[in-house]
């Protein structure tokens, strides 16, 4: 199998998921520019509208899909340990201080499991499944869906134990993404691209990557989500805050 990863048709497939990975990466931009502008008073009724918060799942799902795929194309059925426990702590750092940061500036609505900690942990979970077959991963991945409309974790709901991200009902929070349904979504990433790798006569050859402007700003932003996660938000507020201030003083 970690043949078949390789090769120009990988190269295709890595350079795909890069440019959507950028793609949801400008669409958290752009979802944050609007909550942002309704934080700030310049703007009513669209950042907490069912649609556009279903838009913000979609991005959050598109993201644990793809931690599915890459762990596939990047360790195929054995784990490169350094490289991932290099990636984890690199991630597991900027989802820490994400917590820090807000707790400071949002004290009553923190995050405590957003989405970089669901990625976290959705990956570790993904590499005790590596080893299985495709099909035993497409099930434990859509028993992960549905398990939370039928139990409930309600133990996990206090402040002090919703960060394990296992609470149905957590304490107010700027983002959350729980372990429950979302590391579901992870797992359908790892079966989709076992599928791709696998099966390429299923899925036929991938076309070669198009490269104009926007495609190369899309596969730039991908390589760089995580620092543009990080960056963004603050440069938005600094932004939007004063210019929220200045026009209704």
């Given amino acids: 199998m970690q043949g078949k990863i390789n090769g120009v048709a990988s190269s295709h497939r890595i350079l795909l998921i890069d440019e959507i990975l950028g793609a949801a990466i400008f669409g958290v931009v752009l979802f944050h520019i609007v909550w942002d ?36 194309l990047a360790h195929g059925e054995r784990l490169k340990s350094e490289k991932f426990f290099k990636r984890l702590a690199v991630v597991g750092a900027a989802a820490f201080l994400i917590s820090v940061t807000t707790w400071f500036v949002f004290p009553d609505s923190f995050i405590f499991f957003g989405i970089l900690h669901a990625i976290s942990v959705s990956s570790l979970l993904g590499v005790l499944f590596l080893k299985l077959p495709a099909l035993a991963v497409l099930l434990i991945g859509l028993i992960f869906l549905i398990l939370p409309h039928f139990a409930s974790l309600d133990y ?6 919703a960060w394990t991200g296992l609470s149905a009902l957590p304490p107010p929070s700027n983002d959350f993404v729980p372990v429950l349904p979302w590391a579901g979504i992870t797992l359908l990433g790892m079966f989709a691209a076992r599928v791709l790798v696998s099966k390429p006569h299923i899925t036929g050859p991938l076309p070669g990557p198009r490269k104009n402007q926007i495609t190369m700003a899309l596969s730039w932003m991908g390589r760089n989500s995580l620092l543009i996660y990080l960056v963004h938000q603050p440069l ?5 805050l004063p210019i929220g201030v200045v026009f209704q003083s």
């Fill in 236 to 240: 938005l507020l600094a932004i939007i």
């Fill in 156 to 161: 996990f709901n206090t402040r002090w134990l």
């Fill in 37 to 72: 502008l309704e934080f700030s008073g310049l703007l009513q009724g669209v950042a907490f509208h069912p649609i556009w918060l279903g838009f913000g799942k979609m991005l959050a799902g598109t993201f644990m899909f793809l931690v599915g795929v890459s762990l596939i």
